[in-house]
DNA sequence: TTGAAAGCGCTAACAG
DNA sequence: CTGTTAGCGCTTTCAA
């Protein structure tokens, strides 16, 4: 930077305001120092700028797994988002782990990140002291909850398993059946979907938890095991649009119409569900949004903006198409 | 860091050392500085600690979307192993704009990160010579190409398209389809199937482009269309396992026997491909490997290891499942 | 094995 | 509108 100012004929200072705040430059030092910038191909230190101002434009997010289409949509609206303010996103994966969260936590903490997003609620009581102690904002997503550390977007999943059992058991089912992962996020559902068909006097629901990541090849099996135990069993919801397909093939291959032999019920609306044959019937959960609107609100928090609402309910819808 | 080492009674270095060579304490000290960073809760700032010795301990990547299941593994994969190694993941985005792809870099060489990975090789002049002066190890991923900025690991496009061609002529097909995105390295896959449906004397391929990112809900209308155009049309190469996917319930939908009246290939192997009924065909690309290769790459070079080959042509592989 | 001192490259008051 | 002057919090010779 000082050869740039030497090149320039000005001071430290003003190449950075040229570079920072150009507005407040006169325009004929401007392009002085901008001349000089690119006569030398001088690439600002952003990191030397970080230290100096304890801003680091960078804002960390961590999700069990990019794989996941579900999370992967999320991830992709939080970098455009965070892009077009001009921060940049650092990315971390538990692949699953709970316990990996703290670890990549700390990790970003001593990057001196400027926000954090976090994907669940599940927390543990240090992790979310170290969190409230680091003062930057955090976004705790994919689900609710009335105490979140800073900021929350998300839906309920309990409300969306309930939902589901309730579209299922308006269509004429009794004898439900559950699809989804051993993680929080889809017990949750699970429980939902329980109480939503104990409430109508069901028997217990038939269940299959996958250990994640949940790949669409486990479902059509655990499928299979779940109809031979259950020869009554006329419906089921499976906890994404992936393994809601798979079952769809399944049933293919065995020559049962759906929804007429078997209904089938997603979760995402993702484009699999416009594309499988017969379209499906889905939750709709706005996985794009949810990354958005997470980055607006660092955004907005980051620039200064008075708080919006901390809490977002993104709720979410159940979409009645061909499969149920 | 200052208040750690007096709370320690020994000096910054100290504290420094403790942190990055505590093997070069004695017990006794290392003991009592920890014991001070854990009464402070001390939360060292990498920042600081990558200003002062220029190793931010940062590789970046860039991607066209993560929401492309071809490319989340490759990011899933790359920023395991870049963890493994200690180092974290920043991640840039370009949605198949070529132009954002110069934006991103500058940005991530202002950050001074220690490695690259980019996706393609279709890097423009300027580009390649900014990445080459900035001295930093760049590993391009998802193609070939005989003058790598560094370092490569990929498989040809090209190839894949002739070998996708010649399995389907194989089975003894002759009109042959392509369904594909409008980008670089789809277009190359078509190049190939071109050539090697020429080798045989065919006649050219039906071919539909989508505009990227190509959603799997476009593919089958563009089957549609192109069986309406081509009725004696009897196989389809899809540029990836999604859109193969679609084709095939899309086949389903109209009763056609699969691969009787339609077959269908895809590429990826995604786990969609062993979830479908039919199981898909499909070419294998490693995806997963590309992003572990490239970051085991990085990582040896930071480390200071002697380079290892700095061009891995991962190879692919036609797997013939039931849709073919 | 430990400490002192000099930066790393930039930002941010504060003056002028 | 521009320049001066201190640091930001660490790493890294070089000495002790």
């Known amino acids: 930077m000082s050869d740039v100012a030497r090149e320039a004929g000005v001071s430290l200072a003003t190449v950075s305001r040229a570079i920072n705040e150009p507005e407040k430059l006169s325009a004929e030092t401007l392009a002085l120092v901008r001349a000089a910038v690119e006569r030398l191909g001088y690439v600002p230190n952003l990191n030397a700028g970080s ?37 940049q996103l650092l990315l971390g994966q538990t692949a699953y782990r709970g316990g990996d969260e703290e670890g990549l936590v700390e990790a970003f903490l001593g990057r001196r990140v400027d926000g954090l997003v976090l994907t669940g609620t599940a927390q543990s009581p240090s992790l979310r002291a170290k969190l409230k102690r680091a003062g930057i904002p955090v976004v705790q997503t994919w689900d609710l ?17 309930r939902a589901a059992a309730g579209h299922l058991i308006e269509r004429g089912h009794r004898r439900l059946g559950f699809i989804g992962a051993q993680e929080e996020r889809s017990r949750q559902r699970l429980e ?8 109508h006097g069901l028997a217990d629901v038939e269940v299959e938890l996958i250990l ?11 499928f299979a095991q779940m109809a031979a135990r259950c020869p009554e069993l006329s419906a089921v919801f499976c906890n994404n649009d992936m393994l809601a397909a798979a079952v769809v093939f399944e049933c293919h291959q065995r020559g049962w119409r759906i929804p007429g032999r078997m209904a089938v019920l997603g979760l995402g609306d993702l484009p699999i569900a416009r594309a ?14 949810i990354g958005a609107r997470a980055g607006q609100m660092l955004l907005s928090r980051l620039g200064g903006e008075q708080a919006g609402p901390d809490i977002v309910d993104l709720g979410f819808e159940v979409i009645a198409r061909a499969s149920t």
């Open 276 to 289: 499988a044959f017969p379209r499906l019937s889905t939750v709709e959960v706005r996985r794009g949004q």
């Open 145 to 161: 909850h009335d105490k979140p550390i800073d900021m929350l977007v998300g839906f309920s999943n309990f409300e969306v398993g």
């Open 212 to 222: 994640p990541p949940a790949h669409m090849d486990d479902a059509g099996p655990r």
């Open 192 to 199: 939902g979907f329980r109480a939503g068909a104990a409430a």
């Open 51 to 87: 230290l100096a101002s304890s801003r680091s434009r960078i804002v960390a997010a961590i999700v069990p797994t990019v794989s996941n289409a579900v999370f992967s949509e999320t991830v992709d609206a939080l970098t455009q988002t965070l892009a077009r303010g001009g921060y």
